[in-house]
């Protein structure tokens, strides 16, 4: 099993088998709410009508249709509406099958437009400590996660790191946007300046660090990596896998941040995750470095068997109208508040050392047992899904994302569970 304790899982197996809205069924029949949209995807709840009967009707009327020098509608569909609720400036869509396929095709592209501009000099990739790029080469090569990284040789070479962002000693229990930090941008200057800027391809990060654990930048902090990348001629990335669609009580954390990369990661919240996609968009500026040449010729050799799969695009078209109907895409501002001070209720229950909020993500940091770490985080999981509460937990940080459909009240029921797991807990 993926990521999964697999012979805890094994003795005592947590099976979903049915799911509406915000709650799961188990396999012994009783319902759990999703605190975390899944793994951070279903963003508009679960069974919604319209993604169902989309997906439905589609498979009957074109399953398939080859994703090589062959289209259909609704790829196109998908790939306007897409750039019509996106930053300003990235207009051009490329299709993938999840966050991981979507962070090597970025990584990619990047390097590609520089050699067609006549840069192929350009070959280095910067990620960031603590930062999570899927799974696959490039993406653990620029990710910073140990574990992840460690059993899996040299990986991609030429890539360097900036410095994560975490800071308990100056930052703890911030509401919202930490206060201190907004140097660390500046370690940039420093990568630059050691492999000199002609080297350098692309800087890719996380707009707010998900999966390590709710990262939140300082204010002026992904600014700052814009003016640096842009001065030097670099490409900034943003995967905004976790952070697209809304879960920042904005359409993109770009929107969030005020700051516009040129290349935008996404995936998860893009079908709902009920259908694997991903989708990486493009300045014009980047595609059109591509359209030179013979007209017979493929301008980018890239692509997957499913890129633009038709159900998956009907899939995203579902869920892209389903996120306008009910103003899913902003309903997070509305709720940030309430969210904010039910999470930070938190404060001085046992082994609390951190609570991070920033839209409708959280996180609570726990002291972790001394000599057994992530153990009391994970021990305060299985007891908030025996109560009934699905919860995530990375390290020993509690994780919360619930879908963006939650009431008040289901914030206030979510987050009494965690308060109670934790007085459970050792
Ligand atoms: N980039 C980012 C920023 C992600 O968060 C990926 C890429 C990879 O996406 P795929 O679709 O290949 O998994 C992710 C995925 C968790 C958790 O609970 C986070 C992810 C996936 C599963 C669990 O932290 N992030
Ligand atoms: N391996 C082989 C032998 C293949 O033929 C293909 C695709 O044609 C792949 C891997 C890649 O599969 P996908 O396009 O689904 O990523």
């Known amino acids: 099993m993926p990521f999964t304790a697999n012979r805890q899982f ?26 975390t949209a899944g ?9 919604r009508p319209k993604i169902v009967e989309a997906i439905a009707r589609q498979a009957a009327e074109l399953d398939y249709a080859p994703a090589f ?9 998908l790939a306007n509406r897409i750039v019509d609720i996106a930053p300003e400036g990235l207009d051009h869509v ?3 099958n999840s966050g991981s396929e979507s962070v090597e095709t970025a990584l990619k592209v990047a390097l590609a437009y520089h050699r067609a501009k006549g840069e192929g000099s350009r070959f280095r990739l910067i990620g960031r400590e603590r930062g999570y790029h899927g799974v696959n080469f490039g993406g653990i090569s620029v990710g910073g996660i140990v574990p992840n990284r460690k059993m899996f040789g040299t990986l991609l070479t030429g890539v360097d790191h900036l ?6 000693a100056r930052n703890a229990f911030s509401r919202g946007e930490p206060q201190h930090g907004v140097e660390l941008a500046d ?36 600014q700052r990596l814009r003016e640096i990348t842009r001065k030097h001629g670099i490409l900034l990335i943003f995967d905004e896998v976790i952070t697209g669609y809304g879960r920042l009580g904005t359409p993109f954390a770009a929107d969030y941040f005020g700051v516009t990369p040129d290349i935008m990661v996404t995936a998860k919240g893009l079908t709902n995750g009920v259908i694997p996609m991903g989708a990486v968009l493009v300045s014009s500026e980047i595609h059109d470095a591509f359209m030179t040449g013979p007209e017979h010729l493929i301008e980018f050799f890239h692509g997957y068997t499913y890129s633009g799969n038709p159900i998956a695009s009907a899939a995203g078209v579902a869920t ?20 904010e001070d039910a999470l930070h209720s938190l404060k001085g229950e046992p082994h609390v050392i951190d609570i991070r909020n920033i839209g409708l993500v959280g996180a609570i940091e726990l002291e972790p047992i001394a000599g057994a770490p992530t153990k009391r985080a994970f021990s305060a999981f299985l007891k908030a899904y025996e109560a009934g509460y699905l919860i995530r937990t990375t390290g020993d940080i509690i994780a919360l994302s619930p879908p963006l ?22």
Not at 39 to 47: S, T
Not at 189 to 201: F, G, Q, W, Y
């Open 163 to 168: 410095p994560h962002t975490h800071d308990l």
């Open 94 to 96: 490329l299709f993938t």
């Open 187 to 222: 370690e940039l200057e420093r990568i630059v300046a050691l492999h000199d800027a002609s080297t350098i391809a692309a800087v890719i990060v996380e707009p707010v660090a998900g999966s390590t654990g709710v990262l939140i930048p300082p204010p002026g902090y992904l």
């Open 39 to 47: 793994l951070w995807c279903v963003n508009a709840g679960h069974a």
């Open 10 to 35: 094994k003795k005592s197996p947590r099976m979903f088998v049915a799911a509406r809205d915000m709650h799961y069924t188990t396999a012994d029949g009783r319902q759990v709410m999703d605190g």
């Open 405 to 426: 459909i939650v009431t008040e009240s289901q914030i206030g029921e979510l987050i009494d569970a965690v308060r109670t797991a934790l007085r459970s807990v050792e």
């Open 320 to 339: 892209l109208e389903t996120y306008k109907d009910e103003g899913l895409l902003t309903r997070g501002a509305e709720l940030a508040r309430t969210w």
């Open 69 to 77: 020098q062959m289209g259909h509608p609704k790829a196109f569909e």
